[in-house]
Every structure is written in C-alpha cells, then in structure tokens.
C-alpha cells in the first residue's frame, strides 16, 4: 500500500480508470421555453481500478443520469468524460463500440432488462459476438459456460436453454451481469443491482460482483438508496443532494463520521436496529428542491438546519478533512469554526477519525 | 404456568386470525397462497409483519379484511374483531356483505400497496379526500372541506394543498394523502400495505415518525407490512415473519433482533448490513424463497435452511412454543428444533440466544 497516494490508502491505483470532470446535464422542460431541469450539475467522479464506488443520495438526485451519461446512453450538456485520461467524444463508429465494451452497465430491474423471448444461450451468445468478434464453434460454448459459472450459476448446462421466465430474480441478475460480463469490460455501472431482488437474495449479488471486481480489477460503481450496503460494499463512497456531490470520501469515514448536513440527516434518516434507545426523531422536514430553479447557494440550505447567511447566497466549494474526506459544506469552511462548534458541539465530525 | 413476563396479556386483543387460509384460483391449480395462519394483533400494538416477495403478506392483510380480489379465495379460518367502541364481537368472514359494508371503513382502513399512484391525476386532492368522507359521512359540504383541511394538517401538508392535483405533489407527499385518507373516519385498525417502500429513506424517516406520532395521538392499532425487517425492529412492538405462505416466527421486534429463533429469521437478519459497529461478512440465505406451485416436504424452507434433518423433510412444523418453553410464553416459532416431540439435534446456539446478558448458551431440548 506504500506506493499509493499518500492522502488516500483506499485507492488501488493512482490515474483513474473512468472519470467525469464538470460533468453537466440539463434536460429541457416540455412546453418550459428556454427553462431546464438541473438533473446533474459540475460533477467530478473517478472510478479506479479494483475499486468500488457508492453513488448514493435522495431519490431524483441524478445517480441514474450519471450512470446513462457515463454509459454514453444520452449526450451530456457539457463536461468531460475521460477514459484512462483521455476525453470521450465519439459517438458513433469503432472508437465509441471500443468504448461500450469497455464500459457496461447493469440495470436495476432484472425482470426487465432481459428480453423473455430468448434463452439465456442467446443473450450470452450475442454479447460475445457483439463485443468479441467471430470465433469457433468450440470457442465460443467453453466462453459460455466460463461466463455462467463466473457469476456461480452451475452447472451451466442447467442454465443455457432456460428462458428467463424460468429464473428466480436472482438469477436473472446474475445472467445480466454475465451478459455484462460478456464483453470483457473494465467498468461496471451498476444502477441500483439488487434493490428489485428479494432481500435474502441481495447479499449474495453484492458479494458476487465483489468477487468479480476482486478478479477481474474492474471498476465499479454502485448506485443504492441503502447507505448500510455502500457501506459493506464499496471502498468510497459519494453522496448527492439536487444534482451536485455534497460529500465523497472513504465509505467507512462517510458512514460513521458524515461531514455534510445531508449525509448527516440520510444516515440518522436509516433504520439502524442498534439505535433503538437512543433514537429520537430526527425531525427531518422539507421537501426535495425544485431541479428546474434550484435554490441559490448551498442547495440544501433550506431544509438545513446549520443554514448561515452565505449558505443562502454562495454555493458551497469542496472542503477536505482527512483522507480523501470532502464535503461541500461552509461549515466547514477555515473562517467558520466558530459556527461549526455551534453546530456540533465540541466533537467536529470527521476530527474524531483515528 | 408461570408467566415470567406478564406486559403481554394486559392487552385485548383487537383482531384474531385464526387459521386462515387462502387460494388464488378455482379449481385443481388453485395455488395455496396462505396456509393455516394464526396472528393476534392487540389494542394499540403496531404489528410488523416481513417476509420476502410472494411470501403472502398482502393476501393476508387483504383476506383479514374481505377485499381479497378474485380470483383469491377464502378457504377456511375465522377473523374475530372485537370494537373497543361498541364491544361488539364478530367474525369478519362470517358477516354479510351489508354489515361489512357498515362496519369496514369505519372500523377499519388500509393503505393499499402503491397507492400513492392511486391518487386520480384529474381531480384536486381535496375533492378526492371530501368524496371519500362524503362516501360514509353526513355533513355539510363545508364541513366535510374543514375536514378534509384537517387531515391534511395533520400529516404536515399544509392546508393550502387542498386546491393542488397529484402531480404537483411528490411522492412523499401523495403517501401522506393516502395516509390521511385512511383516517379520514378514525379507524380502530390500519393496515398500511409498504407505505414507504417507494419513498427514500429521508422520507420514509418522516412519514414513519408521522404514523407514530398519529397513533399516540388518536389511538389507532397498526399492521404495517413490509419486507424490511430493520425498518421494523424499529417500529413495531412485535413481529412476525412469514414465509412462503406461513408464519414461521410470532415476537416482540427487540427478540427477534437480538434473539431470533427460527433459522429463516437469524437468514434475514444476516442479509441486512449494519450501518453502524462493526462490519461483519454477510451470507444471505443460499438458494431463492420456493415456487408455491411446487413446494418442498415438511417444512418449506428445509431447502435453504442449514440446520434441516431428516425430520424437516417429513413433518410440516407448526408454529409453537420455543425450546424455552414457559420462559418465553408469549413468542412462538415453527421449527422442528424448538420441538420436544420431534428428534432433532440440541438447537444451535445462534437459535438459542437468551435476554440475560445477551450470552449463547448451547441448549439440550430435553
Ligand atoms: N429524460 C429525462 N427528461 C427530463 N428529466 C429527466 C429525465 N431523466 C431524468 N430526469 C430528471 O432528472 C432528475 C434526476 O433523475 P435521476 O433518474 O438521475 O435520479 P436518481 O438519483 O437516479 O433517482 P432515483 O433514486 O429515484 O432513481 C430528476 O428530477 C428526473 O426527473
Ligand atoms: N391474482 C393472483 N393470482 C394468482 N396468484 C397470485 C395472485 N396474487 C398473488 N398471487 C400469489 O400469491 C402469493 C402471495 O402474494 P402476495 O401479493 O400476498 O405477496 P406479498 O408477500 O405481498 O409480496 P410483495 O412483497 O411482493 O408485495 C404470491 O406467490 C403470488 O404469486
Ligand atoms: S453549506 Fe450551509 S446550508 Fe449548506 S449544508 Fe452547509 S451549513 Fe447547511
Ligand atoms: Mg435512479
Ligand atoms: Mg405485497
């Protein structure tokens, strides 16, 4: 671990594999004239290696747009996406398919995302062929049957001939992933895996895309609603609030020490059975903001309760506390610790981290 | 007998299910749905009930209630409500449709699965809560929109909302309508079918704390169903777990977490990753929850359970004491381990976890 970056322990590699610099998109309003919907606004994401990131944040904040626009689904406003360092434009030809098979993404819904008019051999068959070219006869069955017991789904011959109407849910996702699987990719984008699966089933996804990355050193990224499972999951974590990054950093530090008000609010927000006695009410108020005329400044500030003048007028910059540990929060800002020990007494968040 | 702890019987009960079974389908591939479930949900309890996709927990709550679509059917069992109001004593099941039809709203009200989509997108939200009222009230207009006004108020929407259309809403704030709406005749009993699961957690943090708050306040009985058992532990005063169309486990939400006793629940438990303390690995449950069309021998989750014997495969466990017998006489489980009668090996210390100092003591069932 020596020869990493010595700010971040976590990460596996220095140079990102997949990375959006100021990355933008803004939809148009329907019969809205000029007006747009702010989905995702100046987002800096880095994806390494052997590593997995959690995408996590109130439901609307822009996780999915950012997952579509970094599997080149739909144009981005303005930004830049980076592959090993260098800028993505193509959108078409040899260079974008490169792309794509490098690049693959899983869906949330396992039931949909598979076509149930073809068997599991046909949806493993096709992404071979697209993404991999003409290959023998023999070549191509030993392929299949790798990919089925990659993703533990043995024997495999049990598996081929099915259609997906024959699968459990698990199942079913497992085949998705193989599919993803498929093309030899170096990134996963996996936008909410397991939250369709039936809860006994979730763990065994997670830990087999965890063995997968382990293996392969691909680079994921994990979108959830479930801050527990980025968590157990992934090695950071990013927190989104209306369209902006509030909060990034080791998912261990996010979890247990959140810098920002949201994250704050998001973890005191989860059902956490080990808190019964101390639990009072979080007193959670508000409504998620408009996208379309987002509130100036901070865009959290009107339901913060920590709230300050600038809050109401200035967005809010990345601040670092330790290892990789950011939060775009004024409080914590050099010239406000006067309002942060007003705010959380005399234990800071994120001072407290051996 | 000896009852060591007595803080349960105090409480009437407010709705029995006894041995209630129900079919989807009419003739040989009629699939069993619920099988045999008893469940007693008592005067100002909030009862969770979890289970995986498919276990039965709709057509459960449905069925206890008479609004079983077709082609679901009643097979047998009873549903005994027992008013605190009137003191009246009845069988739902056994109630003609003109006494349901009385009885129902007022006595009972469901938030049904998804309905924060059922709102209908053409009307105002005020009209839609004052034609449910004027459904089963007499009063003046006006005084059903002061009404109408005054449930909204009391789940945080401020009253100028009454004029907006659904859409104009988020979804939050459409669950909380669907939530005013079922108390618009302050019911005794409130089923609330996943009234949360679309929701993110900010959200779902705010309207549970609503419920509780409500419940405290008009002293309403609850049923909230849900497939996430941690959201329960912390909600409801107790639990029961169902699985593939039965209950396995009936008990107080601090034992089921701390205590479980059937293999299935110590499973989901060890699904959930903890937010806080320290980061454990995590198995799931092998395998998939079974098709009710071709369910296993003797006890359906035998196939995924790590403890099954050849007595699994044979007898069909019935929900029953623990191996603790008289100690713990309000809690009960299906397992053929917590069974004197059946030959099963000592129950595994995870099973057999006891309040007192939180300590695993390998028990002998004999
Ligand atoms: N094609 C589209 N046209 C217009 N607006 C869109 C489109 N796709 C998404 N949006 C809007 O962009 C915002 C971000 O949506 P997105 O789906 O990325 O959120 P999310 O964080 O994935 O939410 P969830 O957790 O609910 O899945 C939302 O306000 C959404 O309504
Ligand atoms: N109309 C129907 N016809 C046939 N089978 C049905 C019908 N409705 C439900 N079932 C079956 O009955 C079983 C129980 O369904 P139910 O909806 O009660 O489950 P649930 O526990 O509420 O699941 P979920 O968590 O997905 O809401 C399922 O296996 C389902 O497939
Ligand atoms: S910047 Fe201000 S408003 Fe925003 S989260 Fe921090 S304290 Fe709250
Ligand atoms: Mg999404
Ligand atoms: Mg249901």
Redesign the pocket.
Known sequence: MSSHSHNDPDRTSDAPLLAARNLTKHFPVKGGGSRVVHAVDSVDIELHAGEVVALVGESGSGKSTIARLLAKLMPHTSGDILLEGTAVTARFGRRFRNYCRRVQMILQDPFASLNPIHRVRYVLTRSISIHRGRMSRDERERMLRELLERVDLTPPERYLEKFPHELSGGQRQRVAIARALGADPEVLLADEPVSMLDVSIRIGVLNLLRDLKDRFHLAVLYITHDIASARYFADRTVVMYAGQIVERGPSEAVTQHPLHPYTQLLIASAPDADRLEEREATEATGEPPSLISPPTGCRFHPRCPFAMERCRTDAPPMFSAESGHESACWLYADDAEAERAAAFGAQTPGEAQA | MTITTPQRTQAEPLLEIRNLSVD??YDDDA?R?LSNVNLTLHRGEILGLA?E???????LAYAATRLLPP??VITGGEVLFTSSRSRESGDLLRMSDKQLRAQRWRDTAIVF?GSMNALNPVYKVGKQLIDGIAAHEKMSRSAMRERAAELLTMVGISADRLDSYPHQLSGGMRQRVMIAMALALEPELVIMD?PTTALDVVMQRQIVEQIIELKDKLGFSVIFIT?DVSLLIELADRIAIMYAGEIVEDAGSREVYHEPRHPYTAGLLHSFPPLRGPKRELGGIPGSPPD?LSLPSGCRFRTRCPYAVDACAQLVPELGGTVFGDEEPHRSVACHLHDDAVDTPAVPAELAVRPEGRTLLGVDPR
């Open positions: 989807y389908g699939v749905a289970g996709s498919g276990c039965g927990k709709s057509t082609p679901g699965q996943e497939h009710l």
